[in-house]
């Protein structure tokens, strides 16, 4: 088992920057994949970001260029750095697991972000 927990969620103004955090724990030597997936109301989630353990990323294309995605697997943590918001990014934020082998996905209890205009 995997557990995730987020934060750095906040109200921020358009244009400005944020930065999630994503600690894992349990099993964490089972992980391959570590990504973002946000969802708004009525909506899917989707796909933010992820990276594999040996650094891959691949990014949606309406936060490319300016979101960055970083692991520090010392630590079983994955960053999403936010820069340039704005006010459709407004979302919870879910930090998600993959593991290796049996492609089980561990969810995080998700994170809200607010970009005000």
């Known amino acids: 088992q995997v557990q995730l927990v987020e934060s750095g969620g906040d109200l921020v103004q358009a244009g400005g920057s944020l930065r999630l955090s994503c600690a894992a724990s349990?099993?964490?030597?089972?992980?391959?994949?570590m990504g973002w997936f946000r969802q708004v109301p009525g909506k899917q989630r989707e796909l933010v970001a992820r990276?594999?353990?040996?650094?891959?990323?691949n990014y949606a294309d309406s936060v490319k260029g300016r979101f960055t995605i970083s692991r520090d697997n010392a630590k079983n943590t994955v960053y999403l750095q936010m820069n340039s918001l704005k006010s459709e990014d407004t979302a919870v934020y879910y930090c998600?697991?993959?593991?290796?082998?049996?492609?089980?996905?561990?969810w995080g209890q998700g994170t809200q972000v607010t970009v005000s205009s």
């Open positions: 990276i594999t353990d040996g650094g891959g990323t």
């Open positions: 349990g099993t964490v030597f089972s992980i391959n994949t």
């Open positions: 998600n697991a993959v593991s290796r082998g049996s492609w089980r996905a561990y």
